[in-house]
């Protein structure tokens, strides 16, 4: 008998997702209180990089690591959207450490999460004496 799958988040999965906003949103009021203040141009010409090159590691990271095509449309989606931000933060000098103290967080939280979550149980055979 096989087990279905359940659609929906795991709880794990959106503090990850709230832990990643608290992360933008630190680095963020950072760079806004800097002097002298970042140049508008200089910071929309990085996220424009940060566009394009989050798509293409995205999809590249999909197309590898994915095993359906959906997997290449989600990481372009998702390099997309976080590209733009992570490149102009990461351009801000002020909010480096931020953004580095929470990405050493972030991944410390993924890889517990990933550890401590409960492995999918081979299917079992009532009549196997094993």
Same mark, same amino acid.
């Given at each position: 008998?096989?087990?279905?799958?359940?659609?929906?988040?795991?709880?794990?999965?959106?503090?990850?997702?709230?832990? &990643?906003?608290?992360?933008?949103?630190?680095?963020?009021?950072?760079?806004?209180?800097?002097?002298?203040?970042?140049?508008?141009?200089?910071?929309?010409?990085?996220?424009? &990089?940060?566009?394009?090159?989050?798509? /293409?590691?995205?999809?590249?990271?999909?197309?590898?690591?994915?095993?359906?095509?959906?997997?290449?449309?989600?990481?372009? @989606?998702?390099?997309?959207?976080?590209?733009?931000?992570?490149?102009? /933060?990461?351009?801000?000098?002020?909010?480096? $450490?931020?953004?580095? @103290?929470?990405? @050493?967080?972030?991944?410390?939280?993924?890889? /517990? @999460?990933?550890?401590?979550? $409960?492995?999918?149980?081979?299917?079992?055979?009532?009549?196997?004496?094993?």
């Amino acid at each position: 008998m096989t087990t279905s799958r359940r659609a929906g988040f795991t709880v794990a999965s959106l503090l990850l997702l709230t832990a &990643i906003v608290a992360v933008y949103a630190a680095a963020i009021m950072t760079a806004r209180d800097m002097e002298p203040a970042p140049d508008p141009n200089e910071l929309a010409f990085l996220a424009v &990089i940060g566009f394009f090159s989050g798509s /293409l590691c995205g999809f590249f990271l999909g197309l590898f690591f994915g095993s359906r095509n959906r997997d290449m449309v989600a990481g372009t @989606v998702e390099g997309a959207i976080f590209g733009p931000p992570t490149l102009v /933060l990461l351009a801000v000098p002020d909010a480096l $450490p931020v953004v580095l @103290v929470g990405g @050493v967080v972030l991944v410390g939280f993924a890889v /517990l @999460v990933r550890f401590l979550a $409960p492995g999918n149980a081979p299917p079992h055979d009532a009549d196997d004496p094993r």
